[in-house]
């Protein structure tokens, strides 16, 4: 019998471990940088608060436990929101959490039942400059990683309700469910459904043409003042804001719609690829934190590690460190010296723990790590390391110090 991880989830092997671990410390560098916090929260929390305003699809999602009473979160916003509305934090409160949420679906390429996500939101801002914020932080992060030409799709939840409720009124919120579909089934299906809802067939056609149909930012915003000037107002100030922060790629995409119905403002995705999907995306949620206690401004952007990291795929995560390989036995002390040098200038340092020699260390090392310090007689006798490149070969003869420096570079 082959002992398998459950399905949609996962075992992570060393070198991809090591891969994910460097993605998600650039994605943190970045986030800090822009003045962001962390904080964290159970995985577990109360089905009474998650299934507040999460919409049904997600509600048949959750992973139950306790008689029901309790599940794995689905997302890492609705967790906030408890803690937000009873804390009283400086505001704007700017948080950042890396961690996993849990969903029973299908699986899907770059998106499992357990998966990673790397949220940044900010508490008790009206203004749009936190949207641009939050995008041109996201859209910095995805670059750290060697990305470009993103594209950021923008909408505004307040358009795509009123689109819905001019087509069936009183229907919204099953209108925002089908339309949030559309992607995954197609045009043909969604105008289906539709009519099964009780729209007119010729209705829902020219609804998903509205919604897709191309022009310019400018073309499209007259478009959105139509349904609602102040949502047309907000996404002309995110597009103006964004500019000064040097993002581009902005396109306003009425049929974006993302199914929590928590949003009630702009909603954003960004996009780098057609195969894989947006690799990230979130939007406003002013009305969250009120369910919960004290009520505030809210908007937030997640990226998805695993739809990254699937984008990344093929990339070979470098090798760091260095192995301290003893010629003798009896060096084996001086080699533990080197180490723990090295390991208080912040370098992973290893030695042989299974007493082997020269030759099989240096095997070993060239697995496992970047470089090799080689220690003998006359290495103890100077006071010094052989500090040999494993990716280039070259060695040569050098103190403590200068073998931190190298290994640094």
């Known amino acids: 019998m082959d002992y398998l991880p459950p399905k949609g989830m996962r075992d992570f092997l060393p070198d991809e471990m090591r891969q994910r671990e460097e993605v998600i410390e650039a994605i943190k560098e970045v986030y800090r940088s822009f003045g962001f916090v962390p904080m964290e929260t159970p995985a577990l929390e109360s089905v009474e608060v998650l299934e507040k305003k999460c919409g049904e699809e997600i509600r048949g999602q959750l992973f139950r436990i306790d008689d029901g009473r309790l599940a794995l979160r689905f997302d890492l916003t609705v967790p906030l929101s408890r803690v937000a509305s009873s804390n009283a934090f400086p505001k704007p409160f700017k948080r950042y959490c890396i961690a996993p949420v849990w969903r029973r679906e299908e699986p899907q390429k770059g998106r499992l039942r357990e998966f990673l996500q790397a949220d940044i939101d900010i508490i008790g801002c009206p203004t749009m400059r936190a949207e641009a914020e939050l995008i041109a932080c996201a859209t910095s992060a995805i670059e750290r990683l060697g990305f470009s030409g993103a594209t950021v799709r923008l909408n505004d939840r307040r358009i795509i309700s009123a689109v819905a409720s001019r087509l069936l009124p009183g229907k919204e919120s099953q209108v925002l469910r089908i339309l949030d579909k559309r992607e995954k089934i197609g045009n043909d299906a969604v105008v289906s459904m539709l009519a099964e809802l009780g729209a007119k067939k010729e209705d829902a056609q020219r609804l998903i043409l509205e919604l897709t149909g191309g022009g310019s930012n400018e073309e499209k915003l007259k478009i959105a003042a139509s349904y609602s000037k102040e949502a047309a107002e907000d996404l002309k100030k995110i597009i103006e804001l964004a500019r000064e922060y040097k993002v581009s790629g902005i396109v306003i995409d009425f049929s974006l719609v993302r199914g929590l119905d928590y949003y009630t403002g702009p909603i954003f995705e960004i996009r780098l690829s057609d195969e894989i999907g947006s690799v990230g995306g979130g939007g406003r949620y002013d009305g969250l934190l009120s369910l919960y206690g004290q009520g505030d401004f809210a908007v937030g952007i997640s990226l998805g590690i695993e739809r990254l990291m699937a984008l990344l795929k ?96």
């Open 314 to 409: 093929g990339r070979k995560a470098g090798k760091r460190g260095v192995f301290v390989a003893a010629v003798k036995d009896e060096l084996y002390p001086y080699a533990l010296e080197v180490a723990a040098f090295l390991r208080n200038r912040g370098i992973a340092a290893q030695t042989d723990l299974n007493m082997r020699n020269l030759k099989k260390q240096v095997e070993y090392a060239s697995l496992v790590c970047r470089w090799l310090a080689v220690v003998g007689e006359r290495e103890k006798k100077e006071g010094k390391i052989t500090l040999r490149d494993l990716e280039s070969g070259k060695e040569e003869l050098v103190s403590f110090e200068q073998a931190a420096v190298k290994i640094r570079q």
